[in-house]
């Protein structure tokens, strides 16, 4: 079992930067394929990204394509996710979530999820 602890929320204007992390703690973090999604008001859970056990394969969901980037640190027990040229439409509560599978899958499934943090984009 592994506890994720999202933070790095915050409200920010248009075209700004962010950075979220998610601390894991429990059973070994490598052990565990990681990955990011959001939840704005009245809408479902979406992917926004994923990444391997390793770090070395990544995948984004094209609506943030070329803007955030996932990465994660081992050795820290931690994900992060870089968000730039946040937009309004970014505005959501963010969570990480944790897979024993080899890949997040993309529909909201994955076996551990954080409590979520806060993500607000104004115009």
């Known amino acids: 079992q592994v506890q994720l602890v999202e933070s790095g929320g915050g409200l920010v204007q248009a075209g700004g930067s962010l950075r979220l992390s998610c601390a894991a703690a429990g059973r070994t973090f490598s052990t565990y394929a990681m990955g990011w999604f959001r939840q704005a008001p009245g809408k479902q859970r979406e992917f926004v990204a994923r990444i391997s056990r390793s770090g070395g394969s990544t995948y984004y969901a094209d609506s943030v394509k070329g803007r955030f980037t996932i990465s994660r640190d081992n050795a820290k027990n931690t994900l992060y996710l870089q968000m730039n040229s946040l937009k309004p439409e970014d505005t959501a509560v963010y969570y990480c979530?944790?897979?024993?599978?080899?890949?997040?899958?993309?529909?909201?499934?994955?076996?551990?999820w954080g409590q979520g943090t806060q993500v607000t984009v104004s115009s």
């Open positions: 979530a944790a897979s024993t599978e080899t890949l997040v899958p993309i529909i909201p499934r994955a076996n551990y």
